[in-house]
């Protein structure tokens, strides 16, 4: 009992001198009171902008450095939990004194809400909760949420595998054969508003429906999964086809369209398209980029019959270990080690904007080609198809939140990059994907237009600060969601009825005066 009260004490003191800031003070003095009989040393778990390492903690994980900038506030305090009890005395403090909670794992939100907020916040960066827990006898894993996929796939090595980001969803290579992340994940550990730690059976089978695709940000804070594992051969195969509009890059995205979602469940080809060159040599290239689950004699056959327009020939085939492919499709050189895969930095940081579009009839060539031609007006832009099919077609749209299944021959995700930023110059890059976008509306879903979470979007629609009805937040909540999105405003409502796990696009409650339309 004294080694506690010397710590709670420690603490308070620690903090109180490093701030006048009368916030700090009672939200240190909150948690100190909070704390359990567990906690690592104060300086390792709390940051302050007083401490040394405030500024790099705040900006290891902002994938997207658009928000590095004078006018995105910054948090009043960095927590870096190593233990629940730090993270649950961080709700209960945050909830008491009126701050803001952002989550961080990876820090790929694109549009940076987990680490950025229009009013006072702090950041919980799980980047010390990351163990991965194999149990091969049942063939499932623990996986804590400040994992990355680099480090999950490292520990699973090399016969099994999952993708993707549980919480959005989460899709990847083998979304045809398994479906996504989400659809693998067997059970969760979550601390609730009220800073207990629950299980799936503790949870209700609502809550736990609603984390798996639903953004697990607006119920709690997740401290790790229970995944399914999934056999993989010993041997998969990878391939990288690209070919330039003088090369006929048109007509194979043309046909690649009509049969990306009818493929075997083994095979996936994504098509990245890009512009490249310079000046007058300046073209349009499409890359179809392929993982098989199996080797090039069993690859070959399946693609002359399903799509010999690409020419695939065996020398184009790499064979490999899938965790080996985990590498290949992530960007690294042939002979890198596995441990890269560890490193939790990012091998190229750029300001960017994204958007996203479901397609579910192939796009006229004509209209491709006015794409390309968008294309040349622009530099670093991306378009990258992830075709759908196989196990997709197979699961119910409101088995999980994430609802975009049969029917959706492929996603999109538009992409525009800048090397310099500034007010100017990002305005014109973010114009010009916003009237990309709007130009592809007739030729995408309707009905509404429907868009992935894990690309999230804040064109789409925003929350009001504090509390936004469901009608207003259903303008961006039916994109993600379609008709799950009342379901999901339902279970908010029953776990959180305060909405103190909120950002720009949480997921709303049905109170009063906001119960409009939830019914």
């Known amino acids: 009992m004294m080694s506690y009260i010397a710590l709670a004490s420690l603490l308070w003191l620690s903090v109180s001198f490093s701030t006048s800031n009368p916030t700090h003070e009672t939200f240190m003095q909150c948690m100190s009171t909070q704390f359990g009989a567990y906690t690592k040393s104060v300086q390792i778990v709390f940051h302050t902008s007083n401490s040394s390492i405030y500024s790099n903690l705040l900006q290891s994980s902002q994938q997207n450095p658009r928000w590095l900038n004078s006018t995105t506030a910054r948090p009043l305090l960095i927590i870096t939990p190593f233990h629940e009890s730090e993270i649950q005395a961080a709700i209960l403090c ?3 004194h009126g701050l803001q909670i952002r989550v961080r794992s990876g820090g790929h939100d694109y549009e940076g809400l987990s680490y950025r907020c229009k009013t006072p916040f702090i950041i919980v960066d799980l980047i010390n909760l990351r163990s991965v827990e194999l149990n091969l006898a049942d063939e499932t894993a623990w996986v804590q949420s400040g994992a990355t996929l680099g480090e999950l796939y490292y520990r699973i090595c090399p016969s099994v595998g999952v993708g993707g980001h549980f919480s959005g969803g989460g899709f990847g290579t083998l979304l045809r054969k398994y479906g996504l992340a989400a659809d693998n994940v067997l059970d969760a550990y979550l601390i609730d ?14 809550l736990f429906w609603a984390i798996r695709g639903g953004g697990g940000a607006s119920f709690g804070i997740v401290l790790s999964w229970k995944i399914k594992l999934v056999r993989l051969p010993p041997i998969v195969t990878g391939f990288t086809i690209s070919k330039t509009l003088e090369q006929g890059a048109t007509k194979l995205v043309s046909r690649w369209q009509y049969i990306a979602d009818r493929l075997h469940e083994d095979l996936f080809i994504r098509v990245i398209v890009q512009d490249v060159g310079n000046g007058s040599k300046k073209t349009i290239q499409a890359s179809f980029n392929s993982l098989f689950l199996g080797g090039i004699e069993r690859l070959i056959p399946l693609m002359n019959e399903s799509f010999p327009e690409l020419g695939l020939q065996a020398q184009d085939c790499n064979e490999m270990s899938w965790i080996q492919s985990v590498l290949y499709f992530s960007g690294y050189q042939k002979g890198d080690h596995l441990e890269v895969l560890l490193d939790r930095s990012t091998l190229y940081k750029s300001f960017f904007k994204a958007k996203s579009d479901f397609v579910q009839e192939p796009i006229p060539e004509v209209i491709l080609e006015e794409i390309w031609e968008r294309f040349l007006e622009e530099q670093l832009v991306f378009i990258i198809m992830d075709p759908f099919g196989g196990q997709m077609n197979e699961i119910s749209e409101s088995e999980i939140p994430f609802p975009h299944r049969k029917g959706n021959i492929y996603n999109i995700q538009y992409l525009v990059k800048w090397e310099v930023n500034g007010i100017t110059a990002s305005s014109e890059h973010i114009n010009w994907i916003r ?8 030729y995408v879903s309707k009905h509404p237009t429907a868009a992935y979470l894990n690309y999230r979007d804040l064109d789409l629609g925003a929350n009001k600060p504090g509390n936004t009805s469901y009608l207003e937040a259903r ?5 993600y969601f379609k008709g799950n999105f009342k379901r999901l405003t339902k279970v908010k409502t029953k776990v959180d009825p305060d909405n103190i796990f909120r950002n720009e696009q949480s997921i709303p409650v049905c109170t009063a005066p906001n119960f409009f339309g939830c019914n």
Do not use: C, F, H, Q
């Open 94 to 96: 945050s909830k008491k």
């Open 193 to 206: 508003v009220n800073g207990e730690i629950l299980n799936r059976k503790a949870m209700g089978e609502d």
């Open 435 to 442: 009237l990309l976008y709007d130009y592809m509306r007739p």
């Open 475 to 479: 303008v961006w909540g039916t994109k």
